[in-house]
């Protein structure tokens, strides 16, 4: 069965035609061409974190395939009154045709995807973001940048992680900047390595944000309080000084570089307003290809689980 519970999941040709399938999808959406390409299936979809861009993308597209979505909370499930999370995949499994998670523990997805039986996606989990990625890296083709290097600064979480794997997989050059402290796993880290070795990726670890952006052609971040973590906010903005993304530091990076954010985003923190105004709209398309990337995930898994 096959699953996306992270792009290590995946080959690099499997990962390009995926890309290739949701850039396929965009433009039938665009030019008005509506295919029941999953007619019939039903999409679990179980959120222990609120979202705007999961729900509303997946839920959209699955609608848009032709199938439907259930939104499943934690509280609407035996899973908030105790329930073994075997029990309730094993239980999905045999009503769902494929399941997407948004979860505070990776382990747990990866028990659920242990016992569904079915393709389960990973919407969010503490260690890994894949969906993200692939609308990323979408983005990334759209702008003629397939093979730009890339920095990523700020915290070493589930998206730091999420471009390791990705830049690994496809080849790409990847610096990553993060304040002492925060750094990336040492465990994603090492396999990223263990790939690039066979991609030829070029992946760099820095804890100064300036050389991380030197040079670079697309620029990342992500906030450095996420969701559950409110109460260390003050910390985090005292270790995370001078690594907000802001004019000076944008400067450093190629003069048509493009800017990414996956959302939401606190201007002030991360980013600056400026940044953000001028990369606009290159963040919200990003943002929109979260649709179009989950679609061709999703018609690319049914198509291929039993493989």
Not at 6 to 31: G, P, V
Not at 266 to 289: M, T
Request: include cysteine; charge should be negative; proline fraction near 3%.
């Amino acid at each position: 069965m096959r699953h996306c519970l992270s792009l290590d999941d995946f080959s690099r040709d499997e990962i390009l035609q995926i890309l290739d399938l949701s850039a396929s999808l965009k433009s039938e959406r665009k030019n008005g061409v509506k295919k029941p390409y999953l007619e019939g299936i039903n999409l679990a979809m179980i959120f222990e974190k609120n979202s705007t861009r999961t729900r509303v993308s997946f839920e959209v597209g699955i609608n848009e395939l032709g199938g439907r979505g259930l939104f499943l909370s934690s509280k609407d499930l035996q899973l908030g009154r105790g329930e073994p999370i075997k029990d309730t995949a094993r239980v999905i499994g045999r009503m769902c045709d494929m399941a997407m998670l948004r979860v505070n523990c990776h382990e747990d997805l990866v028990e659920f995807a242990r016992y569904a039986n079915v393709p389960v996606i990973n919407g969010l989990s503490d260690k890994f973001h894949p969906v993200q990625l692939l609308a990323d890296y979408l983005s990334m083709v759209e702008s003629g940048k397939a093979d730009a290097k890339i920095a990523y600064v700020g915290d070493g979480n589930n998206i730091a992680h999420s471009w390791l794997m990705l830049a690994s997989k496809l080849g790409l050059s990847l610096n990553i900047a993060t304040p002492k402290g925060y750094e990336v796993s040492s465990e994603v880290l090492e396999k990223a390595k263990q790939n690039a070795k066979i991609s030829g990726a070029k992946i760099s670890i820095f804890d100064d944000p300036k050389e991380a952006v030197c040079g670079a052609s697309v620029v990342s971040t992500d906030t450095w309080v996420s969701m559950g973590q409110e109460e260390q906010k003050a910390k985090k903005l005292a270790d995370f000084a001078g690594f907000c993304v802001d004019s000076a530091l944008m400067s450093l990076a190629k003069p048509d570089a493009m800017f990414l954010h996956c959302l939401p985003a606190y201007r002030g923190y991360e980013v600056s307003e400026e940044v953000f105004e001028a990369h606009a709209d290159e963040i919200f398309n990003e943002a929109e290809n979260r649709l179009h990337a989950q679609k061709g995930l999703m018609l690319w898994l049914l198509r291929h689980k039993n493989e």
